[in-house]
């Protein structure tokens, strides 16, 4: 079994930035994909970013180009999502997921993640 934990959401202002974190524990390992995904009030969850250990290969979509990076830190089996620029369009609980292994669009898709953490709230509001 694989645990993921979030944490660093909460309330920030508009143009404002965030930078959350996901530590995962158990039995991890160096060919993990590790994402984030989002879910704001009333919508799917949508991918935004992933990274596969250790770091070779990263992934994301257009609602995270440009103002959010992922980056990890395979000593402390941690994965960031620094978020720039926030908007109240970001509002939303962001999740930390890990697959086994994923290839192409799979890597995008939430059905390929096994495990979840329990997500992290972001309110964006001045």
């Known amino acids: 079994q694989v645990q993921l934990v979030e944490s660093g959401g909460g309330l920030v202002q508009p143009g404002g930035s965030m930078r959350l974190s996901c530590v995962a524990s158990?039995?991890?390992?160096?060919?993990?994909?590790m994402a984030w995904f989002r879910q704001g009030p009333g919508k799917e969850r949508e991918f935004l970013s992933a990274l596969k250990w250790p770091g070779k290969y990263m992934y994301d979509t257009d609602s995270a180009k440009g103002r959010f990076l992922i980056s990890g830190d395979n000593a402390k089996n941690t994965v960031y999502l620094r978020m720039n620029d926030l908007t109240p369009e970001d509002t939303a609980v962001y999740y930390c997921a890990a697959a086994v292994s994923c290839s192409g669009s799979g890597c995008y898709q939430a059905s390929t993640y096994d495990y979840w953490g329990q997500g992290t709230q972001v309110t964006v509001s001045s």
């Open positions: 158990g039995r991890t390992s160096d060919s993990f994909v």
